[in-house]
């Protein structure tokens, strides 16, 4: 193809600006000035008689060519529509074998190329009739290449248009994609079945119309009943359901439990999408949806209850958080941890609960770890849920914090730590430690067999230390030489922590002095020599080591860091810096930046790995003990 | 090592030598002429006149068959003023020699020198010395007296003269001071121990260079030198090249036990010479006084000088990758200072005299330093409970004895629960680490750690290390026995947890000993005999499976295993060798211990079992 200089026929026309250095207007009025021109079809044909001069044919130029007009009046819907127009004409001009590969090539180019002209591609759909074999086909291709990305509206509008402009086609396209049980043709389906309903279907339309309800009303796969339940969705946010359509709906939940789980979807959606939804319509789904929502919902359903409850929590702008949220939210516990997105909306409600309530917040996420600590936890050290972390940083964390360091449920006290460790707590919270004769045993016990870091296990013990000081039965001991232990295990951060903290604590200080000489003559034995021979074979399984550290921190850093990921890793040869040679242009040189993270290892995780194993085996114990006599005693209760 | 002892191996071997070193049919004898003629050259001292060729392609210079006219050697000093003649003699210096043995004779010639030729046209002053290496008295020292008395004080006009006599100190003074280097060996040493000498100074101990060719270096120079047939004077010269050795690590790091170990590698060498001629006193009596004044004695000084150090805590920690590959580096030297110091320990035991009251309080003493030593190293470095291969059986037993000695079973049950728990939680996969290869290859050990993979030839499935911590906890009373054998069988063996289930992963150990072969007491110190002899599978539970129940029983059984295995298999110790030897033999050759050497203790002959 020639090269044809699109502004060049643009300015010819009168519809882009002749004066260099004019940037594009930031309104719409280019836009629409483009609109009204094309609109006009004489106009229109000429247009595309200039800029297709060279012939059309269905390859990527082509659709370049469509797509450099936005370069001149931007992605707005007037631009989109325009160039539907124009691409509308060009395919007019074509013979019908090629219309059809023209949208074939269209879809053929894939993601992400395909994004760039699907906002006007209901303008080809609504303008030309297609054979239904081919565009139930066609259908399904373009909605695979762009289903998972929040883009798609395009795809769906083009499917509207042909449901509107088309019915009859459209009717014979949602029968071919009834035939078989793809996710992909029966969401079309559903889709279609919704705008459908919609549309003006007097006389045979309607007959066909109650045919296809019937069709998959009755149908016995659980799959083709959804699509009558998903297509109020669809029908919703052309107009407000009916109440007997509501009715109706809602009576679909009581066939199966696949059935009410797919109403629970659809409901759910309902309200985070329904235009102009009435306050007792809302109500009625809130009611309908909070009288099902339970643990053994399936993941898709509890994704699409935790949505429904962001959305509430959204659309009430006020301080107050809509009841029902915390309670949605705790009701579907547990959600399964490899159900990410299900868990990132759960943040963005508990974010959201945050900014509105705190006290709200830490109820819900005190319950929240009743049975999802595990996995929040989890989560937290992904990077899926860490901006929650660092929105839950800028709030007082304290009770929060200190009643889950203490809770009885093992994976509750180690969330609980957790996010002592990472929100950076500067001190523990006192009165959490004297809520319980055991708590101060708990946390410590609880501390020893979790990986902290250095500062937060120094904060951790000056906390207990203080009330260690009166205790009996051989714990002020035990502290005691924790305290020497962890003071020689993280000698730089720890150590330092605790003489900062610690300073009015005569059991810190007290610890402190005793190790205090150790390093000097633990420097001096080293210097004897009394470890400096080597051992055969050592170095080069160090060496092994290092390698093996290295691959992991690569891999760890590659799926932790969506850049890095996506960025190619080039290792340079030679040079102190670094330019980039790219569409034909040399960039600056760089100089080649370093970075690196340094922390403290606990050095008596590899001195003694085997002591060290036993104290979390001492401590597991001793948290059994001191937890046993209060379900001893919750065991008794009901014993005669 | 400290100055006297020095002194006395120097002595010892000066004192072995011969006037002139020349060929026999047996071989070179070494003469001190060679250390005379070194000496004068680390005096900076111009040889004018020897006693030898110094050409020749065996590195052994020849004798030169001229006319010596009293001149053993003579030497030119710097500035070409003055002409040192050196009338050497191989013997005491007294009445009876001074004739017999020509001292007078040789003295007047020497000092009557001819200084005609060009080389000598400066010299002013001559000065005759007369160099001994063997003892004088009052008579012999007055002959020399009156000889110089009676010689003047001039030759010709115009030269000065005066006489000078070396005795074995002298001499052993001054190699002392200016020889302690390869020059001091026999010629043709020379290059090789040069080399040795260098390396030593560049390798740090147990590195890879330092296995691979320090070591291999070393043994082929003792090959050289303690030949089979070797005599006295090797013998002692083995001591004289470690002064020298020693004198060149100062900048190694790793002096200290990288000198032990070459020491140990020569007493093994020197032992097996003794073990070959037994019938050569002054062989015997020359290993014996290397091994208690030369070995044993630097162990105690090592020891004695570091007991400190060792009793810091994880003061034997080495931190290089900060990984568990460290750890594991760590143990080894752990074990290998455990070794060292189970060897003393038992050495004190043999070569401590046993006549008197006073000296039965000594050994004791020695034994009670001993165990402190180890219970400080064994609380201080938790490395010391961590045994990676199975051969660490022999330090097993070494701590085992040494504590035993001291009748300090209390800190044995501590010491034995303690490593109980530690192996415990090695074999259940919470200590992070793997449990003891039975193949006992570190190579493997550190691949498994490294790379996080157990390799596939990676061994811990059979134990002789459990037969024989099972076998020493049977030399317990049998309160304390039963419950460690019991948890030892039960968690370690059998791998089961205290509910009884087995542990995740954890099939049991299949219980192993050890029976040498019939002629391992000839072989053991000279290489490993770890693929040699009997190696017998213990069943300890009955024919329909039953495992036995309670620390008893399982003592019962052991004990049973004991008396059959000594029925059935004649067990014979190697005559005229200090068992501490043969225990650094097989830690050196890392051949497994017989197990007889603890059962002798820990299963008493023709008595009752203990428990029983």
Same mark, same amino acid.
């Given at each position: 193809?020639?090269?044809?200089?699109?502004?060049?026929?643009?300015?010819?026309?009168?519809?882009?600006?002749?004066?260099?250095?004019?940037?594009?207007?930031?309104?719409?009025?280019?836009?629409?000035?483009?609109?009204?021109?094309?609109?006009?079809?004489?106009?229109?044909?000429?247009?595309?008689?200039?800029?297709?001069?060279?012939?059309?044919?269905?390859?990527?130029?082509?659709?370049?060519?469509?797509?450099?007009?936005?370069?001149?009046?931007?992605?707005?819907?007037?631009?989109?529509?325009?160039?539907?127009?124009?691409?509308?004409?060009?395919?007019?001009?074509?013979?019908?074998?090629?219309?059809?590969?023209?949208?074939?090539?269209?879809?053929?180019?894939?993601?992400?190329?395909?994004?760039?002209?699907?906002?006007?591609?209901?303008?080809?759909?609504?303008?030309?009739?297609?054979?239904?074999?081919?565009?139930?086909?066609?259908?399904?291709?373009?909605?695979?290449?762009?289903?998972?990305?929040?883009?798609?509206?395009?795809?769906?509008?083009?499917?509207?248009?042909?449901?509107?402009?088309?019915?009859?086609?459209?009717?014979?396209?949602?029968?071919?994609?009834?035939?078989?049980?793809?996710?992909?043709?029966?969401?079309?389906?559903?889709?279609?079945?919704?705008?459908?309903?919609?549309?003006?279907?007097?006389?045979?339309?309607?007959?066909?119309?109650?045919?296809?309800?019937?069709?998959?009303?009755?149908?016995?796969?659980?799959?083709?009943?959804?699509?009558?339940?998903?297509?109020?969705?669809?029908?919703?946010?052309?107009?407000?359901?009916?109440?007997?359509?509501?009715?109706?709906?809602?009576?679909?939940?009581?066939?199966?439990?696949?059935?009410?789980?797919?109403?629970?979807?659809?409901?759910?959606?309902?309200?985070?999408?329904?235009?102009?939804?009435?306050?007792?319509?809302?109500?009625?789904?809130?009611?309908?949806?909070?009288?099902?929502?339970?643990?053994?919902?399936?993941?898709?359903?509890?994704?699409?209850?935790?949505?429904?409850?962001?959305?509430?929590?959204?659309?009430?702008?006020?301080?107050?958080?809509?009841?029902?949220?915390?309670?949605?939210?705790?009701?579907?516990?547990?959600?399964?941890?490899?159900?990410?997105?299900?868990?990132?909306?759960?943040?963005?409600?508990?974010?959201?609960?945050?900014?509105?309530?705190?006290?709200?917040?830490?109820?819900?996420?005190?319950?929240?770890?009743?049975?999802?600590?595990?996995?929040?936890?989890?989560?937290?050290?992904?990077?899926?849920?860490?901006?929650?972390?660092?929105?839950?940083?800028?709030?007082?964390?304290?009770?929060?914090?200190?009643?889950?360091?203490?809770?009885?449920?093992?994976?509750?006290?180690?969330?609980?730590?957790?996010?002592?460790?990472?929100?950076?707590?500067?001190?523990?919270?006192?009165?959490?430690?004297?809520?319980?004769?055991?708590?101060?045993?708990?946390?410590?016990?609880?501390?020893?067999?979790?990986?902290?870091?250095?500062?937060?296990?120094?904060?951790?013990?000056?906390?207990?230390?203080?009330?260690?000081?009166?205790?009996?039965?051989?714990?002020?001991?035990?502290?005691?030489?924790?305290?020497?232990?962890?003071?020689?295990?993280?000698?730089?951060?720890?150590?330092?922590?605790?003489?900062?903290?610690?300073?009015?604590?005569?059991?810190?200080?007290?610890?402190?002095?005793?190790?205090?000489?150790?390093?000097?003559?633990?420097?001096?034995?080293?210097?004897?020599?009394?470890?400096?021979?080597?051992?055969?074979?050592?170095?080069?399984?160090?060496?092994?080591?290092?390698?093996?550290?290295?691959?992991?921190?690569?891999?760890?850093?590659?799926?932790?860091?969506?850049?890095?990921?996506?960025?190619?890793?080039?290792?340079?040869?030679?040079?102190?810096?670094?330019?980039?040679?790219?569409?034909?242009?040399?960039?600056?040189?760089?100089?080649?930046?370093?970075?690196?993270?340094?922390?403290?290892?606990?050095?008596?995780?590899?001195?003694?790995?085997?002591?060290?194993?036993?104290?979390?085996?001492?401590?597991?114990?001793?948290?059994?003990?001191?937890?046993?006599?209060?379900?001893?005693?919750?065991?008794?209760?009901?014993?005669? | 090592?400290?100055?006297?002892?020095?002194?006395?191996?120097?002595?010892?071997?000066?004192?072995?030598?011969?006037?002139?070193?020349?060929?026999?049919?047996?071989?070179?004898?070494?003469?001190?002429?060679?250390?005379?003629?070194?000496?004068?050259?680390?005096?900076?001292?111009?040889?004018?006149?020897?006693?030898?060729?110094?050409?020749?392609?065996?590195?052994?210079?020849?004798?030169?068959?001229?006319?010596?006219?009293?001149?053993?050697?003579?030497?030119?000093?710097?500035?070409?003023?003055?002409?040192?003649?050196?009338?050497?003699?191989?013997?005491?210096?007294?009445?009876?020699?001074?004739?017999?043995?020509?001292?007078?004779?040789?003295?007047?010639?020497?000092?009557?020198?001819?200084?005609?030729?060009?080389?000598?046209?400066?010299?002013?002053?001559?000065?005759?010395?007369?160099?001994?290496?063997?003892?004088?008295?009052?008579?012999?020292?007055?002959?020399?007296?009156?000889? #110089? $008395?009676?010689?003047?004080?001039?030759? %010709?006009? &115009?030269?000065?003269?005066?006489?000078? !006599?070396?005795? *074995?100190?002298?001499?052993?003074?001054?190699?002392?001071?200016?020889?302690?280097?390869?020059?001091?060996?026999?010629?043709?040493?020379?290059?090789?121990?040069?080399?040795?000498?260098?390396?030593?100074?560049?390798?740090?101990?147990?590195?890879?260079?330092?296995?691979?060719?320090?070591?291999?270096?070393?043994?082929?120079?003792?090959?050289?030198?303690?030949?089979?047939?070797?005599?006295?004077?090797?013998?002692?010269?083995?001591?004289?090249?470690?002064?020298?050795?020693?004198?060149?690590?100062?900048?190694?790091?790793?002096?200290?036990?990288?000198?032990?170990?070459?020491?140990?590698?020569?007493?093994?060498?020197?032992?097996?010479?003794?073990?070959?001629?037994?019938?050569?006193?002054?062989?015997?009596?020359?290993?014996?006084?290397?091994?208690?004044?030369?070995? #044993? $004695?630097?162990?105690?000084?090592?020891? %004695?000088? &570091?007991?400190?150090?060792?009793?810091? !805590?994880?003061? *034997?920690?080495?931190?290089?990758?900060?990984?568990?590959?460290?750890?594991?580096?760590?143990?080894?030297?752990?074990?290998?200072?455990?070794?060292?110091?189970?060897?003393?320990?038992?050495?004190?035991?043999?070569?401590?005299?046993?006549?008197?009251?006073?000296?039965?309080?000594?050994?004791?003493?020695?034994?009670?330093?001993?165990?402190?030593?180890?219970?400080?190293?064994?609380?201080?470095?938790?490395?010391?409970?961590?045994?990676?291969?199975?051969?660490?059986?022999?330090?097993?037993?070494?701590?085992?004895?040494?504590?035993?000695?001291?009748?300090?079973?209390?800190?044995?049950?501590?010491?034995?629960?303690?490593?109980?728990?530690?192996?415990?939680?090695?074999?259940?996969?919470?200590?992070?680490?793997?449990?003891?290869?039975?193949?006992?290859?570190?190579?493997?050990?550190?691949?498994?750690?490294?790379? %996080?993979?157990?390799?596939?030839?990676?061994?811990?499935?059979?134990?002789?290390?459990?037969?024989?911590?099972?076998?020493?906890?049977?030399?317990?009373?049998?309160?304390?026995?039963?419950?460690?054998?019991?948890?030892?069988y039960r968690?370690?063996v059998l791998g089961l947890?205290?509910?009884g289930?087995p542990?995740?992963?954890?099939a049991p150990?299949d219980l192993?000993?050890?029976?040498?072969?019939?002629?391992?007491?000839?072989?053991?110190?000279?290489?490993?005999?770890?693929?040699?002899?009997?190696?017998?599978t213990i069943q300890m539970a009955d024919f329909r499976g039953t495992e036995p129940f309670?620390?008893?029983e399982?003592?019962?059984i052991?004990?049973?295993?004991?008396?059959?295995?000594?029925?059935?298999?004649?067990?014979?110790?190697?005559?005229?060798?200090?068992?501490?030897?043969?225990?650094?033999?097989?830690?050196?050759?890392?051949?497994?211990?017989?197990?007889?050497?603890?059962?002798?203790?820990?299963?008493?002959?023709?008595?009752?079992?203990?428990?029983?």
């Amino acid at each position: 193809m020639e090269s044809v200089n699109a502004a060049d026929i643009l300015k010819h026309r009168g519809i882009l600006k002749t004066e260099p250095g004019d940037g594009m207007p930031s309104d719409e009025s280019a836009a629409e000035a483009f609109l009204l021109h094309v609109r006009d079809n004489n106009a229109c044909e000429t247009f595309v008689g200039e800029l297709f001069s060279d012939g059309i044919r269905p390859d990527p130029a082509f659709f370049q060519r469509l797509w450099d007009l936005h370069r001149y009046y931007g992605a707005t819907p007037s631009c989109s529509e325009g160039v539907g127009i124009v691409w509308s004409q060009a395919v007019r001009s074509l013979p019908e074998e090629d219309r059809q590969s023209l949208l074939g090539a269209f879809v053929g180019q894939g993601s992400p190329r395909v994004f760039q002209l699907l906002g006007s591609i209901w303008v080809v759909i609504r303008d030309h009739s297609f054979p239904a074999s081919f565009l139930a086909e066609w259908i399904t291709h373009m909605v695979r290449a762009v289903q998972r990305d929040s883009l798609q509206g395009g795809a769906w509008a083009a499917v509207r248009t042909l449901c509107v402009y088309h019915p009859d086609t459209a009717f014979d396209v949602l029968h071919l994609l009834s035939l078989r049980p793809d996710q992909t043709q029966l969401a079309i389906a559903s889709f279609m079945l919704g705008v459908l309903r919609t549309c003006d279907t007097t006389g045979p339309r309607d007959e066909s119309l109650r045919k296809v309800e019937a069709f998959f009303n009755d149908h016995l796969d659980g799959q083709f009943r959804g699509v009558v339940a998903w297509s109020w969705a669809a029908t919703a946010q052309e107009r407000a359901l009916t109440e007997d359509e509501l009715d109706a709906l809602f009576a679909r939940a009581e066939i199966s439990p696949d059935d009410r789980s797919t109403v629970v979807c659809v409901v759910c959606r309902l309200l985070s999408i329904s235009k102009e939804i009435s306050a007792e319509t809302a109500r009625r789904y809130r009611e309908w949806i909070g009288a099902r929502v339970s643990p053994s919902l399936p993941s898709d359903a509890k994704n699409a209850v935790v949505r429904a409850a962001h959305a509430l929590l959204l659309a009430n702008g006020g301080d107050l958080v809509p009841t029902e949220v915390s309670g949605w939210l705790l009701a579907i516990q547990p959600v399964a941890l490899d159900c990410i997105d299900t868990w990132q909306c759960v943040a963005g409600a508990l974010s959201g609960i945050l900014k509105k309530d705190l006290a709200l917040f830490i109820q819900t996420f005190e319950r929240l770890c009743g049975s999802g600590a595990a996995t929040l936890q989890r989560l937290f050290h992904g990077p899926q849920l860490r901006w929650l972390l660092t929105e839950m940083g800028g709030e007082s964390m304290d009770t929060l914090v200190g009643r889950l360091c203490v809770s009885r449920d093992t994976e509750t006290r180690r969330l609980g730590l957790f996010l002592f460790d990472s929100l950076g707590m500067l001190s523990f919270p006192l009165d959490t430690l004297n809520s319980s004769g055991v708590a101060s045993q708990l946390l410590f016990y609880e501390s020893q067999r979790v990986a902290l870091s250095p500062k937060a296990i120094a904060r951790i013990l000056v906390a207990i230390s203080s009330s260690a000081e009166a205790a009996k039965n051989g714990f002020r001991s035990e502290v005691f030489d924790e305290l020497k232990l962890q003071a020689r295990n993280f000698a730089g951060e720890c150590r330092g922590e605790l003489a900062a903290r610690g300073e009015a604590i005569p059991l810190v200080q007290t610890a402190l002095a005793e190790v205090s000489t150790y390093f000097t003559d633990l420097d001096r034995a080293h210097q004897a020599g009394i470890n400096g021979m080597e051992v055969t074979g050592h170095r080069r399984a160090a060496l092994v080591y290092r390698r093996r550290l290295s691959r992991q921190v690569t891999k760890s850093a590659e799926s932790n860091s969506v850049l890095l990921s996506m960025a190619k890793s080039i290792r340079l040869l030679y040079g102190r810096t670094t330019s980039q040679f790219v569409g034909g242009v040399l960039g600056p040189a760089a100089p080649l930046a370093e970075t690196s993270v340094s922390m403290e290892m606990p050095i008596l995780e590899l001195s003694d790995p085997e002591e060290m194993a036993m104290r979390r085996v001492h401590a597991t114990a001793a948290i059994e003990r001191l937890l046993q006599p209060e379900q001893n005693n919750a065991r008794g209760e009901g014993c005669p | 090592m400290n100055d006297e002892f020095r002194t006395s191996f120097l002595t010892y071997y000066i004192r072995s030598l011969a006037e002139r070193t020349r060929e026999e049919k047996r071989g070179t004898k070494v003469g001190f002429d060679w250390i005379i003629y070194n000496l004068g050259l680390a005096e900076d001292w111009t040889p004018h006149r020897l006693p030898f060729l110094r050409a020749g392609g065996d590195e052994t210079s020849t004798a030169k068959s001229e006319a010596e006219f009293g001149v053993d050697l003579a030497f030119v000093s710097p500035d070409q003023k003055t002409l040192r003649i050196f009338v050497l003699k191989d013997e005491v210096l007294n009445n009876a020699n001074w004739g017999a043995n020509k001292f007078d004779i040789d003295l007047r010639d020497a000092s009557a020198p001819d200084l005609s030729p060009p080389a000598l046209r400066s010299i002013t002053d001559v000065e005759v010395i007369l160099a001994y290496n063997k003892d004088e008295d009052r008579n012999g020292i007055e002959h020399f007296n009156r000889l #110089v $008395a009676s010689r003047g004080t001039w030759v %010709g006009d &115009h030269v000065s003269l005066r006489f000078d !006599r070396w005795n *074995l100190t002298m001499i052993v003074g001054r190699v002392k001071a200016l020889l302690l280097t390869p020059s001091l060996l026999p010629q043709r040493f020379f290059s090789h121990f040069s080399y040795i000498c260098a390396q030593f100074a560049d390798f740090r101990h147990g590195s890879d260079e330092w296995t691979h060719q320090l070591i291999p270096n070393w043994r082929r120079f003792l090959g050289t030198l303690l030949v089979e047939n070797a005599d006295e004077r090797c013998v002692r010269l083995l001591p004289v090249a470690l002064i020298i050795l020693q004198e060149h690590g100062g900048a190694n790091p790793t002096v200290e036990t990288g000198w032990i170990d070459l020491i140990e590698w020569g007493m093994l060498a020197a032992w097996r010479i003794v073990q070959s001629a037994p019938k050569k006193e002054g062989i015997g009596k020359a290993v014996w006084q290397m091994w208690n004044g030369f070995y #044993v $004695a630097e162990l105690e000084r090592y020891y %004695g000088a &570091h007991a400190g150090d060792l009793q810091v !805590r994880h003061s *034997l920690d080495i931190r290089q990758s900060g990984s568990y590959v460290d750890t594991m580096a760590t143990a080894v030297v752990a074990h290998w200072h455990l070794a060292r110091l189970g060897i003393l320990g038992i050495a004190y035991g043999e070569c401590l005299p046993t006549e008197t009251e006073e000296d039965a309080r000594r050994r004791h003493a020695a034994s009670i330093t001993i165990a402190n030593w180890l219970l400080e190293l064994l609380s201080a470095n938790p490395s010391t409970m961590r045994p990676l291969i199975d051969l660490h059986h022999i330090e097993l037993f070494l701590t085992w004895a040494c504590l035993m000695r001291a009748r300090r079973i209390g800190d044995v049950v501590t010491w034995l629960t303690i490593l109980c728990h530690w192996l415990l939680m090695r074999r259940s996969g919470l200590g992070q680490i793997p449990f003891i290869e039975g193949s006992n290859s570190m190579e493997l050990v550190f691949e498994h750690v490294a790379s %996080g993979e157990k390799p596939e030839e990676f061994c811990d499935t059979s134990s002789v290390y459990l037969t024989c911590l099972l076998e020493l906890i049977c030399a317990l009373p049998p309160n304390a026995r039963d419950p460690l054998l019991e948890s030892v069988y039960r968690r370690l063996v059998l791998g089961l947890a205290d509910c009884g289930t087995p542990m995740p992963g954890c099939a049991p150990i299949d219980l192993l000993t050890w029976i040498p072969p019939a002629d391992w007491g000839d072989r053991v110190l000279t290489q490993s005999l770890d693929h040699e002899g009997e190696c017998i599978t213990i069943q300890m539970a009955d024919f329909r499976g039953t495992e036995p129940f309670g620390g008893s029983e399982i003592a019962d059984i052991l004990n049973k295993l004991v008396l059959e295995t000594r029925e059935k298999r004649e067990s014979k110790y190697p005559g005229g060798l200090p068992m501490a030897v043969v225990i650094l033999a097989c830690c050196r050759h890392r051949s497994p211990l017989p197990p007889e050497f603890w059962r002798a203790v820990a299963f008493p002959q023709n008595s009752e079992p203990q428990g029983s």
